[in-house]
Each structure stands twice: as C-alpha cells, then as structure tokens.
C-alpha cells in the first residue's frame, strides 16, 4: 500500500511539472474623458496575429513542457478593453455600420525563461497594432511594451497572468495617450 501512494504522489509531481501554465488576458486601460467622439459610433474588431505554440516558457528543469499558454479569447478580451477606451472619447460602441472602425491586432505576446535548469530570469513583451479608419482615411499605431524580471522559483499562474495582462494593459494604456491616434481622429471625424 505504502508503495501504491509513493508511485502515486510520483505520478502527480510529474504531471504537475509537465503541466502548460494557462492564463486569463483581462487587459484594463485609463483612459481620460474627451468629447470628440460625441455623436460618432465606433465597431472594434479584436485580432490574434500570435504563432501557435504558446506565449514562451517558464524555465527551469521542465522547460519545454512548462508553457504559458492563453486560456481565454484574446481577440474578444482586447476588443472589450479597446471600445471600453473609445466609450471614454464619447464615442458610442456598435457591431456594424459605424463612422469609426478600429482593429486591434496583438501581434506579439511573449513570456519567457532563457535558464534552463533555473528559474532566474523572465523576459516578457507585448505588441498591438491599431488601424482606425475613417471613411477613407486609416490611422495604423504601434504600440509595445517589455520588461524583464527576476526570480528565485518558478513563478506562480497568477504572478504571471498579473505580469502579461500587465503588459498588455501598458501596451494598450499607450495608444490612448498617443497624441497622433487623437488628432487623426479630430481631423476626420
């Protein structure tokens, strides 16, 4: 019996460090009110230009089964945060027929350990690409943020769920504060 848990408990550490690392995107942005938008309608459209194959690893021992993969519609998730910023310009969200159309394309998502036998670093970035057209006129912005961190173990699922939909937020955070999208969009409206 005492060796049926043992070849258990063995089975189960195993599987647990072969296991992905599946994470939530919930991008957020804050985004301060402004008034051109008013009587405009905006349709946001969401993107996944990701490569298969996850988001990178998380390092250690266990590298090429330990990684991070998206658990939720990222397409659905960065449309959400996207027309949520735009509701903040005055605009008024709807599916089809709008004055404004904006795509929202992530185009790169990274979280990875270069150390394979540590945990000890983690290289994180995020890429978005917005197109805004306007009748005939489009706006494209390209927008990303990086960042690098430290670790002595291998991170927890929500230390790195908090650290990419940090990132993405960042990204996001910075094409509502670019003063090129926002004159575009006062010259055309």
């Known amino acids: 019996m ?3 848990l043992i070849s258990l408990l063995a089975v189960t550490l195993v599987a647990c460090a072969h296991s992905p690392v599946q994470v939530q995107v919930r991008p957020q942005v804050e985004v301060a009110p402004e008034a051109f938008g008013t009587g405009f309608t905006v349709s946001v459209q969401g993107q996944n230009k990701l490569p298969g194959g ?31 910023g ?14 404004v159309q904006v795509v929202a394309s992530l185009t790169s998502l990274k979280y ?10 983690v290289d994180s970035s995020a890429e978005v690409q917005l197109a805004v057209t306007i009748g005939g006129a489009t706006y494209y912005g390209n927008y990303r943020s990086s960042g690098k961190d430290r670790n002595l173990i ?3 699922k929500e230390e790195v769920e908090g650290r990419i939909n940090g990132l993405l ?21």
């Open 2 to 4: 005492k060796k049926l």
């Open 54 to 84: 996850g988001l990178g690893s998380l390092g250690g021992i266990y590298a090429d089964q330990s990684q991070v993969q998206l658990a939720n519609n990222v397409e659905d998730a960065l449309a959400d945060t996207v027309k949520e």
């Open 86 to 99: 735009f509701r903040a310009w005055s605009f008024e969200p709807v599916f089809s027929g709008a004055d």
């Open 112 to 121: 990875t350990s270069p150390n394979k036998l540590l945990t000890s670093k």
């Open 154 to 156: 291998k991170p927890a």
């Open 169 to 189: 937020s960042a990204t996001l955070q910075r094409a509502f504060e670019d003063e090129k999208l926002k004159a575009f969009l006062r010259a055309n409206l």
